[in-house]
T-cell receptor
């Protein structure tokens, strides 16, 4: 039982490049979330999903897209990376209340 | 939407003393209030939570209190130890919000030996 996993752990991009972050959970949770964490700003919700095939915008969705084709996976895409997207990205999944977080992806955009 | 404010942003205490972190929320429909601990370079992990039908909850050295009327909740850590040093986040979930957590901005707790 791995819980919530994220790949990759680290990534460096140049401005304008694209990439996809993968989140996987093996707890059969319906809800999945993507957050970004910046110094002094806590965790801010980017997008979330309430079930397979559904996605919705969170607090800071601009510049990101998501997909939930399978219940266990939630993908976060950056189509054209910008330096402002340098951050640590956390994925989480939940049943009713407690959210379980992945280990995070540290992304740097040069 | 929900807004959660957290104070203080930094807190230093001597080992063995108590630490208190306070949060306020704006949405009276919020009904679940978790606290997460995040060590440097690690993921946030749930340490305690409270639901809106309960005023206080304890788990060994950690306790959380909730005042629904005033819309604030607090984390209390007694007999602090150096391993309690971390960033602590409060959060709130609103009813019908797809279980979205709104986080406070975090408190860096340092326990001095």
């Amino acid at each position: 039982n791995a819980g919530v996993t994220q790949t990759p752990k680290f990534r460096v991009l140049k401005t304008g490049q694209s990439m996809t972050l993968l989140c996987a959970q093996d707890m059969n949770h319906e809800y999945m979330y993507w957050y970004r964490q910046d110094p002094g700003m806590g965790l801010r919700l980017i997008h979330y999903s309430v079930g397979e095939g559904t996605t919705a915008k969170g607090e800071v969705p601009d510049g990101y897209n998501v997909s939930r084709l399978k219940k266990q996976n939630f993908l976060l895409g950056l189509e054209s990376a910008a330096p402002s997207q340098t951050s640590v990205y956390f994925c989480a999944s939940s049943d009713l209340n407690e959210q379980f977080f992945g280990p995070g992806t540290r992304l740097t955009v040069l | 939407g929900e807004n959660v404010e957290q104070h203080p942003s930094t807190l230093s205490v001597q080992e063995g003393d108590s630490a208190v972190i306070k949060c306020t929320y704006s949405d009276s429909a919020s009904n679940y209030f978790p606290w997460y601990k995040q060590e440097l370079g690690k993921r946030p992990q749930l340490i305690i939570d409270i639901r809106s039908n309960v005023g206080e909850k304890k788990d060994q050295r950690i306790a959380v209190t909730l005042n629904k009327t005033a819309k604030h909740f607090s984390l209390h850590i007694t007999e602090t130890q150096p391993e309690d040093s971390a960033v602590y986040f409060c959060a709130a979930i609103s009813e019908g919000s797809a279980r979205q957590l709104t986080f406070g901005s975090g408190t860096q707790l340092t326990v001095l030996p």
